[in-house]
C-alpha cells in the first residue's frame, strides 16, 4: 500500500460498503500483529470464518439500525473500517484503521460526528478506548469527557451532539 500522509483533508475521505472491500484486503489488516496491541478483543490471526462473523454482525447492524460501519477509503484506497454501532441508548463510535494510516484518526472521526450530528436519533456519542490508547488530544479537543470503565477492558468517553465540527 502506498503511504498515505497523515495531513490529509477530509475532503478525499469517502465512506463506502464494508461488502466493496475485498475479503483478503480485511483480513490482512485485522491478521496484523500490530492491531491487537489496541485492540483487545482480538485474540490472533483472522480467517475466512472470522471475515465472514464479522460482516454477519456489521450487516445486522445495518439491517436493524439503518447505520453501522463503513469501509473508509482515502484517495480511493482502503484505510481501515469504522462508523457506529447501537448498544442500547448509546451510539458507541469505532475506528480501526490500518497501523500505517493511524494518523488520519482525528479527520476521519470528524467526518463521521458530522453524520452523527445530522441524525436526530444520536443525542451523544460514546467512544470506548483500551487503556493502551495514550494520545486522547484531539478526543478531548472535540470535547469528549471521560465517564468511566465499560467492563474491564475499556476506557468511556462521551460527546454530546450536535456539535460544531472544527476542521
Known amino acids: 500500500m502506498p503511504n498515505i500522509k497523515p495531513d490529509r483533508t477530509s475532503g478525499s475521505i469517502r465512506f463506502a460498503s464494508l461488502g466493496d472491500i475485498a475479503p483478503e484486503t480485511v483480513i490482512a489488516h485485522m491478521s496484523d500483529a500490530r492491531m491487537s496491541v489496541h485492540m483487545p478483543l482480538l485474540d490472533g490471526p483472522w480467517g475466512q470464518d472470522d471475515y465472514h462473523r464479522f460482516m454477519a454482525a456489521k450487516d445486522a447492524y445495518w439491517q436493524r439500525d439503518g447505520l453501522g460501519h463503513w469501509a473508509i477509503l482515502v484517495d480511493e484506497r482502503y484505510v481501515g473500517w469504522g462508523g457506529f454501532q447501537n448498544e442500547g441508548d448509546d451510539w458507541d463510535y469505532g475506528l480501526v484503521l490500518r497501523p500505517e494510516c493511524f494518523g488520519l484518526g482525528l479527520a476521519i472521526t470528524r467526518k463521521a460526528l458530522n453524520v452523527a450530528c445530522n441524525d436526530p436519533r444520536i443525542e451523544y456519542v460514546t467512544f ?25 477492558v475499556f476506557l468511556k468517553y462521551r460527546l454530546d451532539t450536535p456539535l460544531p465540527i472544527v476542521r
Open 128 to 152: 470506548l478506548l483500551p487503556p493502551t490508547r495514550m494520545h486522547l488530544r484531539g478526543l478531548l479537543r472535540l470535547g469528549a469527557c471521560f465517564v468511566g470503565h465499560d467492563g474491564e
